[in-house]
């Protein structure tokens, strides 16, 4: 790893380069061994730079924003973690047009927009992630979804171009995207909104974040919904009805507010987080016959493949 550490920093100068990065202090989770090299762009460039040299190189890398769905292993990731989050996180807005850089957080954007007039992404503002990765998952709540409002997006494609893609391309699904499938990168992204009155936006996005409080576990580490919604049912009722809630392996546990939710008590394990989603998935199909899927991303370096929870 040393070899590629000394071209990462070459090729991306302006870039931070670490090594052994904890995860922990990079996923919602709180959870997740060291990243072999953890490196962070400050620019599309830098960021086309480090992908170019792990690909040249054959050297394995993943990209992450704020880590908000996603498990990593306890042994970590053997290869390079690239981070497009708050050193791309540019917002500019034009006229009912939104341009951000994929590291902008849901969050930040929206209260621009609403300080713009600027309706239509409320619905975004309580969910903890940047925009590149809510393109990737085609992020959604209370009725809305990035598909709604996004125009195109700036990728580097597997060729190391940069190019931009209409949203139309993107065959946007429930939380589904072809974004990873054709190995493409997220640089930045282009939303289009609508005028409206900001107090009247403002009082949307606090009656949708009293909703959050209330209904979600946001006071214990998690990465929201640990399972996708099995079409016509609910995967949180679905976990309740087989009695569920509260079950725990070792410090992971099903939310005793929200059995969609896995939350880290405290000290909890990627393979605990692991163990309970296998035996959650098992109790589900026995008591409804509906096998669960899960809409967190794991990676890293497991004991086990992660094929067997399918
Ligand atoms: C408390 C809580 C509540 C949540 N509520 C919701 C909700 O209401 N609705 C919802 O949809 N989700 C929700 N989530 C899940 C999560 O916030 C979203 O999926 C979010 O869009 C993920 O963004 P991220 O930047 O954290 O991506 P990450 O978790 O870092 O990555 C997610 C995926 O996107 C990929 N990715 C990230 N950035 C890029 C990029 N620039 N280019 C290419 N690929 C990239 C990663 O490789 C990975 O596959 C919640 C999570 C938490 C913790």
Redesign the pocket.
């Known amino acids: 790893m040393q070899n590629i550490v000394a071209l990462l920093r070459e090729a991306a100068d302006t870039a931070e380069i670490l090594e052994h990065e904890s995860m922990k202090r990079h996923?919602?989770?709180r959870i997740g061994g060291p990243a072999d090299v953890f490196a962070v762009p400050d620019t599309e460039q830098a960021a086309a730079q480090i992908i170019r040299v792990c690909r040249e190189c054959g050297v394995p890398y993943?990209?992450?924003?704020?880590?908000?769905?996603?498990l990593v292993a306890d042994r970590g990731y053997r290869g390079v973690i690239v981070q497009?989050?708050r050193n791309m996180s540019e917002i500019a807005i034009d006229g009912d047009v939104v341009s951000a850089q994929?590291?902008a957080m849901?969050s930040v954007i929206a209260k621009r927009a609403q300080a713009a007039g600027l309706a239509g992404f409320e619905f975004a503002s309580?969910?903890?992630?940047?925009?590149?990765?809510?393109?990737?998952?085609?992020?959604?709540?209370?009725g809305g979804?990035l598909r709604d409002v996004l125009v195109d997006v700036t990728?580097l494609d597997r060729d190391n171009r940069i190019r931009t893609v209409p949203a139309r391309e993107l065959q946007l699904g429930y939380?589904y995207s072809v974004?990873?499938q054709n190995g493409?990168?997220?640089?930045a992204v282009r939303l289009r909104l609508q005028p409206g009155d900001p107090q009247r936006i403002l009082r949307r996005m606090e009656e949708l974040k009293e909703q959050?409080v209330s209904k979600?576990p946001?006071d214990l580490?998690?990465?929201?919904?640990a399972f996708k919604r099995p079409p016509g049912n609910f995967a949180g009722k679905l976990i309740m009805e087989a009695g569920l809630r509260g079950f725990a392996v070792g410090d992971a546990q099903v939310s005793e507010k929200h059995c969609g939710?896995i939350v880290n008590r405290g000290q909890a394990t990627a393979q605990d987080v692991r163990g309970l989603i296998e035996a959650v998935i098992a109790r589900v199909r026995e008591q409804s016959g509906i096998s669960l899927e899960p809409?967190i991303?794991m990676?890293g370096e497991w004991t086990e493949t992660i094929e067997n929870i399918k």
Do not use: C, D, H, K
């Open positions: 996923t919602t989770f993943y990209v992450i924003g704020n880590g908000s769905n996603l497009i989050y994929a590291g849901l309580g969910i903890p992630g940047t925009v590149g990765g809510a393109a990737v998952m085609n992020a959604g709540a209370y979804e990728v939380r974004i990873p493409w990168i997220v640089l959050r979600q946001l580490p998690s990465a929201g919904s939710f809409e991303r990676i």
